[in-house]
């Protein structure tokens, strides 16, 4: 049976951090080895609470904070908004979903936190582009758990194999083949598009150039 949706996932191929050059400075103004700064940021328990909603997002950036040394909220949030100033939404895979919504139904199904309902419309204008949005921190769930694929299918109203998830992390795609799912591992958006030619058409040639 032919696709009838496809579901992206957002940190990584939505939304990229396009150049590191913010964050190696605040590497070096806070004295931590290169390279390091993600990991003290996103590879902690923390994040696996605020990932479901155990912690809301500002508990969460609290944590954050005073691990590196962040001692006032005004600290902590002219630190975040440096490091988050080089994250900018993907206006080329934008446009190639708007040119998939006349044919197949678009999903969204992402670990974020308590506040992505907010950010997709206030921050990145992205929300319209969605028939279903599934995020971790909502639903109590993160991929690779199955069963919040189960979710964002069940919205689509599309069994496993009628759909193409497409994530930038292994072993959220692994998840999806292992359910069934037709599934594509982002790296960029041109390559992107190569690879979709062997699930979907375009109603634009332009598009599946």
Known sequence: MSIGAVIFDLGGVLLRTTSQEVRSRLEEELGLAPGTLDERIWGTPDWKLAEVGAITYDEYWKRVG????????????????????????????????????????????????DRLGDW???????????????????????????RIYHLVLSELEVKPHQSLFIDDTPENVEAAVALGMKALPFTDTETLKDELRRYVVWDSPEMGR
């Open 66 to 113: 005073a691990s590196l040394g962040l001692s006032t909220p005004e600290e902590i949030s002219a630190f975040r908004e440096q490091y988050f100033s080089e994250d900018h939404v993907d206006q080329e895979l934008v446009d190639l979903i708007g040119q998939l919504r006349s044919r197949y139904k678009i999903g969204l199904l992402s670990n974020a936190p």
């Open 120 to 146: 997709l419309e206030e921050n990145w204008q992205i929300e319209h582009l969605f028939d279903a949005v599934v995020y971790s921190a909502d639903v109590g769930l993160a991929k690779p758990d199955p």
